[in-house]
């Protein structure tokens, strides 16, 4: 059972390339989270997805997209990276919409836009 | 409306000393609480979460937190740091309806130092 991984672990990319951020979980949870960590910041959540097919806008959506085709993976896209999206990206998933439900972190991405 | 203020950014404790990290919420409704550490390269953990039952609340590794809705806190503590503790630690708010996405609101997080 690996929980909740991501892919790539670290990437380097130049301002205006694209790339997909891949997360995976095995827990066949309903939800799943895309969130950025920035220093001085918290967690600031991006988009989410509140089952296979469907996905909704956070609090800075912005410069993102994201798709859910498999209950098991949610996509994150960066269609033209800026420097402004450095950060560390952390996806998350939960089982049930329940208010108590825990969220389970993966490792995270450590992006650098130069 | 929600919100979560850590107080401190950063804190140092020496070995076997109590450990106190501090969280104070804004909820409109009754929340739920969770505290989250985050080990140097790792994700996010859970350490405990309140959900309107047991008002002290036991977690993993040795900590405990209290919900105190007259001081609308929910303080981590620890009584004898260990050196395994220095880790990132956040505090989180949800409100605490069922059903449907509710949105969880972190802190900013507080750094635990620990001094041997």
């Known amino acids: 059972n690996a929980g909740v991984t991501q892919t790539p672990k670290f990437r380097v990319l130049k301002t205006g390339q694209s790339m997909t951020l891949l997360c995976a979980q095995d827990?066949?949870?309903?939800?799943m989270y895309w969130y950025r960590q920035d220093p001085g910041m918290g967690l600031r959540l991006i988009h989410y997805?509140?089952?296979?097919?469907?996905?909704a806008k956070g609090e800075v959506p912005d410069g993102y997209n994201v798709s859910r085709l498999k209950k098991q993976n949610f996509l994150l896209g960066l269609e033209s990276a800026a420097p402004s999206q450095t950060s560390v990206y952390f996806c998350?998933?939960?089982?049930?919409?329940?208010?108590?439900?825990?969220?389970?972190f993966g490792p995270g991405t450590r992006l650098l836009v130069l | 409306a929600q919100s979560v203020t850590q107080l401190g950014s950063h804190v140092s404790v020496s070995e076997g000393a109590l450990v106190l990290l501090r969280c104070n919420y804004s909820?409109?409704?009754?929340?739920?609480l969770f505290w989250y550490v985050q080990y140097p390269n790792q994700g996010l953990q859970l350490l405990l979460k309140?959900?309107?039952?047991?008002?002290l609340v036991k977690g993993i590794n040795g900590f405990e937190a209290e919900f105190k809705k007259s001081e609308t806190s929910f303080h981590l503590t620890k009584p004898s740091a260990h050196m395994s503790d220095a880790a990132e630690y956040f505090c989180?708010?949800?409100?605490?309806?069922?059903?449907?996405?509710?949105?969880?609101?972190f802190g900013i997080g507080t750094k635990l130092q620990v001094i041997p």
């Open positions: 998350a998933s939960s089982y049930t919409p329940t208010s108590s439900e825990t969220q389970y």
């Open positions: 827990m066949n949870h309903e939800y």
């Open positions: 997805s509140v089952g296979e097919g469907t996905t």
């Open positions: 909820s409109s409704v009754p929340p739920y």
């Open positions: 309140y959900t309107s039952a047991a008002t």
């Open positions: 989180a708010v949800r409100p605490g309806y069922s059903g449907g996405y509710q949105k969880v609101t």
